[in-house]
């Protein structure tokens, strides 16, 4: 892997020195293992230990990324630390205090985890890399807070979709266009949140093949193919960059990559957004079922604003797609690599000091809409359930309308029944206020909910 400019010659004199960039990952699944094949070619990086509550799962990761066994035979951090070696473990906590750590990629998927996982990192003055977007949308503005107080980095995955929608953003605007609208792909269809994981291989349409491999969690699937998680990546977007969502949330557009600009501009000019500076993902399949042709499922994009007459001619001369007006354009990527292109990230926070996006506004929020009809007394069961699904909104409506953020949905009672489709409340559900995670939430909207973006 060629890692351009600058850091090139940083790591090259950290592998000249003996003195590698130690990085340390928490969670060995799929995205884990993708990780661990690419950080083990990089001269100058060493991956100092993988934490899992499993050994036998980080030992499986190890192999599936091509590791030899020597590589991941030390005893002990010192050990591992002197050899080059990476160390294996289930205490996590362990990972995050060893001596010479400087970056802990958090990749657990779990929210409450990853949000402690976090706050240890931030003790012992580790960079954060967070592949758990979930723990991001629930108080990412509060840990990127903590992170900068104490002189670390916080920071997005780059690889995954809202980091690499972040980065054409700040193109966009670096370059003195407004954007309009940044997101991604997906594959939606109307009553596509009714997937649970029972289901969710048949709105996947994963083969059986890839079915029978064993890789795909069904509850993290089930995110994908409800909208939840789609949801939760274009909050982090808006929260990144100061973007504020619809007020109705996602409406998944059919949009292919030569339509970005005709579709997605405000309704006013003839698109479907309620405004500009907002996020939305583009849909694969028409809502008929039909697949929409050249479509952007794996991919990103930002739409931007032509100022002049000037802009639209030299924006035209070279290629760039524009709506039939001339006045709005897209810059799309058709592809994003997750675990294969997360070491940008690492080296950024690592080498730089620097984040590929970070959750420093609070716009947005993802709340828990009823899957089904609920009745009075049945149990939450969270994302990727068979209850709820998260939906995009306002911070500022969120909040103040007391609605239930998803990734606090589980193992909530109701208190009434609650129609599919509806937003749950705070008001609709028991619960105790002194739990971790609600008083985190408490503080994080207390301090960011009224703060205007680039205020």
């Given amino acids: 892997m060629h890692i351009q400019g600058n850091m090139t010659q940083m790591l090259a004199a950290r592998a000249a020195s003996g003195n590698p960039l130690r990085v340390g990952l928490i969670g060995a699944g799929k995205l884990g293992a993708m990780f661990i094949n690419q950080v083990g070619r990089i001269p100058g990086v060493h991956l100092l230990g993988v934490a899992d509550l499993s050994a036998d799962k980080a030992r499986a990761a190890m192999r599936r990324a091509e590791w030899p066994a020597e590589r991941y035979a030390a005893m002990d951090y010192a050990d591992a630390t002197r050899s080059g070696k990476t160390f294996l473990t289930e205490d996590a906590e362990k990972l995050i205090a060893a001596d010479g750590l400087d970056v802990i990629v958090e990749a657990t998927g779990v929210p409450s985890v990853g949000i402690r996982h976090a706050f240890a990192a931030i003790e012992n003055r580790r960079h954060i890399v967070m592949l758990n977007a979930e723990a991001d949308v629930l108080v990412g503005p509060l840990l990127a807070h903590k992170a900068a107080a104490a002189g670390v980095v916080y920071s997005m995955a780059y690889g995954d979709q809202p980091a690499l929608i972040c980065e054409l953003v700040e193109w966009a605007q670096a370059c003195g266009f407004d954007v309009i609208c940044a997101g991604k792909g997906s594959k939606h269809l109307p009553g596509s949140h009714k997937a649970n994981p029972d289901n969710v291989w048949e709105y996947q349409g994963f083969s059986a093949e890839r079915i029978a491999r064993g890789e795909d969690n069904p509850r993290l699937q089930t995110t994908f193919a409800d909208g939840t998680k789609c949801s939760i990546e274009m909050a982090l ?58 479509d952007i499922r794996l991919g990103v994009y930002v739409v931007f604003e032509a100022p002049n007459d000037f802009i639209t001619r030299s924006l035209g001369e070279y290629g760039v797609k524009m709506d039939p007006s001339g ?37 947005s929020d993802v709340v828990a809409r009823a899957k089904r009809n609920l009745s009075s007394g049945e149990m ?20 103040q309308g007391g609605e239930l953020p998803v990734g606090l949905s589980d193992d909530m009672r109701l208190k009434r029944p609650i129609a599919e489709g509806e937003v749950i409340h705070w008001a609709d559900v028991e619960y105790d206020e002194s739990a971790y995670l609600i008083r985190l939430r408490r503080e994080m909207e207390a301090k960011f909910a009224e703060r205007h973006p680039f205020q």
């Fill in 327 to 363: 006045r709005y354009a897209a810059m799309y990527r058709p592809y994003h690599l997750v675990g294969l292109e997360l070491s940008v990230s690492v080296l950024r926070a690592g080498l730089l000091g620097q984040a590929t996006g970070s959750s420093i506004y609070f716009t």
């Fill in 237 to 294: 977007v808006a929260n990144a960059s100061g973007l504020i969502p619809q007020p109705d949330g996602l409406a998944f557009p059919p949009c292919s990559v030569d339509d970005l600009a005709t579709v997605l501009r405000p309704r006013s000019d003839g698109g479907v957004l309620s405004h500009k500076g907002t996020v939305e993902c583009a849909s694969n399949m028409e809502r008929d079922g039909r697949p929409v042709p050249r």
């Fill in 380 to 399: 939450l069961d969270g994302e990727g359930g068979y209850t709820v699904y998260g939906g995009l909104r306002p911070a500022a409506l969120a909040v």
